[in-house]
């Protein structure tokens, strides 16, 4: 039998992020240290409660010495959440599943469903709210804006 040196390379890199998946890790991310270019896998991502909410919950998914400029994460929301925010950044928000509903003061809802982006500016006061549950991956700028706030 002759295995080519790309399948195995293949076989291993498997391997380990199952493992890593195996080990209680947060999640599997992947990065190339001269570039600094990361993957995360985004099924590995396992989501938190937030503000001791079950209904609501995130993860960030990269850390300021990673990304100084931008933050990302993903957060879900479930049982037909309702969650109301003021942001201090600029935020998109990448729908992975299910249906995403910004309603914005002054009664209009923007509705994202899956593969759909939407772009939430600095300074909104709405509510992020689910008819039923919804998955989405969050990007903000800038990344430290708690420190900012």
């Known amino acids: ?5 790309d399948l195995i390379k293949a076989i291993v890199k498997e391997l380990l992020v199952q493992a890593k998946a195996q080990a209680g890790e947060d999640f599997v991310k992947e990065t190339d240290k001269a570039s600094g270019i990361l993957v995360v896998r985004g099924d590995t991502v396992k989501t938190e409660a937030f ?8 993860k960030d998914i990269v850390t300021l010495e990673e990304a100084p400029r931008m933050g990302a994460g993903i957060m879900e929301l479930v049982d037909g959440a309702d969650f109301e925010w003021t942001l201090t950044y600029d935020e998109f928000d990448y729908v992975i599943d299910g249906t995403l509903d910004i309603k914005i ?5 923007i509705r994202g469903n899956k593969g759909d982006i939407i772009l939430i500016p600095k ?20 990344a430290n804006w708690q420190e900012l706030a």
């Open 1 to 5: 039998m002759n295995i080519s040196e």
């Open 51 to 58: 503000e001791g909410r079950n209904d609501v919950k995130l």
């Open 105 to 109: 003061d002054g009664g209009n809802v």
């Open 123 to 142: 300074g909104s006061h709405i509510h992020f709210s689910t008819p039923t549950n919804t998955r989405y991956a969050y990007f903000v700028y800038p």
